[in-house]
């Protein structure tokens, strides 16, 4: 069963608008964290955004926020005034366990962002 | 304080040849995962070291194998390639007792293409 859901393969964004990324994710164990990367196509994944799954805010960092729905078990990316540069893949992965240095990311197939001027 | 590097950058290998791919982790790491992105998907994992031995390993056949070595950095071996190994190929870096977000840093990849 896929553990990250990203539904949207590319989303369109006037440039100044805000623009909300989806992804829903699927986990039985109780400490997880979710990522959200963005990748240009340079091809590097650069990270934006962590929410941990004990976290009673919503993540924010500058321009990005975390929309966490913990009972729907939603993590959406929400970008305020979108710029030209902020044009690349974005992708949602999780991490299951908290002393989890070692444990792999598991990621959505990441959905393209345009921002048009 | 220099971040994840790969070599090489790009790469064009034929049929049943086989690949070495590089990595130095960040600064101050001791883990270093590599995963593979085909054109269009998500990173999927293919293995992570840590002091020098395979720790863990995601849904990848044996001819993919890797080393650390004990300045942390990593190698990526392919064998007997195919067409379908053709992707991008990104390393991480981590501490094993890393928490929370604790992140994993990513070099810029290698691009293998398999003709």
């Known amino acids: 069963a896929q553990k990250i859901t990203q539904t949207q393969p590319g989303m369109f964004v006037q440039e100044k608008e805000a623009v909300t990324l989806d992804c829903t994710y699927d986990?039985?164990?109780?400490?997880?964290?979710l990522f959200w990367y963005k990748q240009p196509s340079s091809g590097e994944m650069i990270f934006l955004i962590y929410q941990g799954s004990y976290d009673q805010q919503n993540a924010t960092e500058g321009r990005y926020s975390l929309n966490f729905q913990k009972a729907r078990k939603s993590a959406n990316l929400v970008i305020s005034a979108s710029q030209l540069g902020d044009s690349a893949m974005y992708f949602c992965a999780m991490r299951e366990g908290w002393n989890s240095g070692n444990t792999p990311l598991v990621f959505g197939k990441g959905t393209r962002l345009s921002v048009i001027a | 304080d220099a971040g994840v590097t790969q070599s090489p950058t790009h790469l064009i290998k034929t049929r049943g040849q086989q690949v070495t791919l590089r990595c130095s982790p960040k600064s101050g790491h001791d883990t270093v995962s590599w995963y593979q992105q085909a054109l269009g998907q998500g990173p999927q994992f293919i293995f992570q070291?840590?002091?020098?031995?395979?720790?863990q390993r995601g849904n990848f056949p044996d001819r993919f194998s890797g080393h650390q070595f004990p300045n942390y950095s990593s190698e990526l071996n392919v064998n007997a390639l195919l067409l379908g190994d053709s992707a991008l190929y990104l390393c991480?870096?981590?501490?094993?007792?890393?928490?929370?977000?604790?992140?994993?840093?990513f070099g810029p990849g290698t691009r293998l293409t398999v003709l």
């Open positions: 070291y840590y002091e020098e031995e395979e720790r």
């Open positions: 991480a870096s981590s501490l094993v007792y890393g928490q929370g977000a604790d992140e994993q840093f």
């Open positions: 986990t039985s164990d109780p400490s997880y964290g």
